[in-house]
């Protein structure tokens, strides 16, 4: 089944505590994103992914890094949380993203963050 | 840059009466609008696209949408709706020189029996 699969699914920590949640998709996708959702904003960019080893800044990633050394993942991770970092977050992939083309997005079923 | 406004919070319709959510974008190039939606405890799932041709597009679940590039407007629409069609309903937009996707804060759609 093609799908995007996250974890952990629900995640409480403490602050300054580092984390990693992962992500991957058994698409052969070239495009991924990490997204946050809270209320009342809809959902932000964090982090996107053209390809391997290629990631770009999205609208709100202070406090976040990703990587993207194989196709299929792309974790996200927080090095020292913040309670405002707590938010729904969702990772998301593409075939592609380039001028011309446009591809929808598929969506992983989302890890949710609590930060103490 | 590029933005999306979806200007109510809320939509309610009874079932079998049409819906309309709505959507304005800015962009500075040509406009990709998408729109999602999300159920309960889920991510969200794609319905529909436009990129050119014909302003209206269809999509998933009988769910249809107007492109009007004047009034650069993305509503989406059904004729008919359900109760499961419950659910909380993201546009999107991305400006063809763009490489990202800016999604809109989102509608709750409410249907009631």
């Known amino acids: 089944e093609a799908q995007v699969t996250q974890n952990p699914r629900y995640l409480i920590t403490v602050t300054g505590k580092k984390l990693t949640v992962t992500c991957s998709q058994n698409?052969?996708?070239?495009?991924m994103s990490w997204y946050r959702q809270d209320p009342g904003l809809g959902l932000r960019q964090i982090y996107y992914s053209m390809n391997v080893e290629a990631t770009d800044k999205g609208d709100v990633p202070e406090g976040y890094k990703v990587s993207r050394k194989e196709k299929r993942n792309f974790p996200l991770i927080l090095e020292s949380p913040s309670p405002n970092q707590t938010s729904l977050y969702f990772c998301?992939?593409?075939?592609?993203?380039?001028?011309?083309?446009?591809?929808?997005?598929?969506f992983g079923p989302g890890t949710r963050l609590t930060v103490t | 840059a590029q933005s999306v406004a979806q200007p109510e919070d809320q939509v309610n319709v009874a079932e079998g009466n049409p819906l309309t959510v709505k959507c304005t974008y800015s962009v500075s190039g040509n406009p990709y609008l998408f729109w999602y939606v999300q159920y309960p405890n889920r991510g969200l799932q794609f319905l529909l696209k436009y990129i050119t041709g014909d302003n209206l597009v269809k999509g998933s679940y009988g769910f249809e949408a107007e492109f009007n590039k004047s009034q650069t407007s993305f509503h989406l629409k059904k004729p008919s709706a359900l109760v499961s069609d419950s659910a909380l309903y993201f546009c999107a937009v991305r400006d063809g020189g763009y490489s990202t996707l800016t999604f809109g804060k989102g509608t709750m759609l409410l249907v009631s029996p």
């Open positions: 998301a992939s593409s075939l592609g993203f380039r001028t011309g083309n446009l591809y929808e997005q598929y």
């Open positions: 698409m052969n996708h070239e495009y």
